[in-house]
């Protein structure tokens, strides 16, 4: 009876065992990830068409998801975005001991997530990104993109019909950036109902609504010149202050300002105007003509620090 007493006690333990580990089977895999296997495990995988291969001062492509640092979660969280993925995980490494407190400091930033996504192509930029994470130091990205599948194949069949018409290989690169600047605000009028009385009757916060409904906001412009760079192979990226975002542009060997939105002015009898005030100017003279709107952190995008 002893024997059978054993047996029993033995078997319920071992069911026991068995249901906890079932029950935590999430954490345990998350303890052997952390503690026995090493972060440079975790891969990227395949990136996608609109990947950009070139680094910022800000951010970074990484292959290293083993942060040591803040620097390290931002390139992370950079690499990710712009590689296409709409979801990633990685692992905090038990000698990173702020980890997850930075992390968690980073997802609550959406100032600062906003700043590394003007750093990617618009098609893998995101109109959300959340992350979670839990104490064993799993942390995971879900992002929502700001473009559709369905979005980018209507966008690329105009842009398609455009580009030749626009962009010319016997003109030099600033006179094809003027074209498509010129064409762009010629065929769109500045979205004052969304902008100022929050009324959305168009998608004109991102390509589409410029291209397909002849309005825009500043990131409905911002959005379409970047394309257009993408096809030129001109490096660019998206600057923003809390006000207001536009196009930063690589050319001659400098970064240079392009404001679609500020150079398509509504006037007081309600006519649009194309000007080239903001076209291709350098920090210095931008923030002369209009420092309000274009405040921007110079620390972020310190490829175009001015030198006052």
Known sequence: MRKILKSLLTFGLILILVGLI????????????????????????DKNDYYRHYDFTYVQNTNDFSPTN???ILNIYYTVINAG????????????????????????????????????????????????YNSLGKVFIRIDKSYSDDDIKLIDKKVDELYPQLVKDNKSVEDNIKSVHDYIINHTKYDS????????K????????????????????????????????????????????????????????????WDDPVAADGKQYLEHNYFLIDTDKLLNQEKTQHNFDQEIYSELKGTN
């Open 202 to 261: 168009y998608r004109s916060d991102i390509a589409y609504g410029p291209l397909y409904e002849g309005y825009g906001i500043c990131g409905g412009y911002t959005d379409l010149m970047e394309l257009f760079l993408e096809r030129m192979k001109v490096k660019s990226f998206k600057v923003s202050s809390e006000l207001h975002v536009w196009n930063a542009i690589y050319i001659n060997d400098k970064w240079k300002h392009l404001d679609l939105t």
């Open 85 to 132: 993925k709409t979801e990633f995980s990685f692992y905090c490494p038990k000698e990173y001991s702020n980890c997850l407190e930075d992390v968690q400091t980073l997802a609550k930033d959406q100032g600062k997530l906003s700043d590394i996504n003007n750093f990617v192509h618009p098609y893998n930029g995101f109109s959300h990104i959340e992350t979670e």
């Open 22 to 45: 079932m029950i935590r089977k999430e954490d345990l895999i998350t303890i052997i990830h952390t503690y026995l296997s090493p972060n440079s495990s975790v891969k990227l995988g």
């Open 193 to 200: 109902e969304r902008s100022d009385k929050k009324i959305v």
């Open 70 to 72: 803040i620097q390290d």
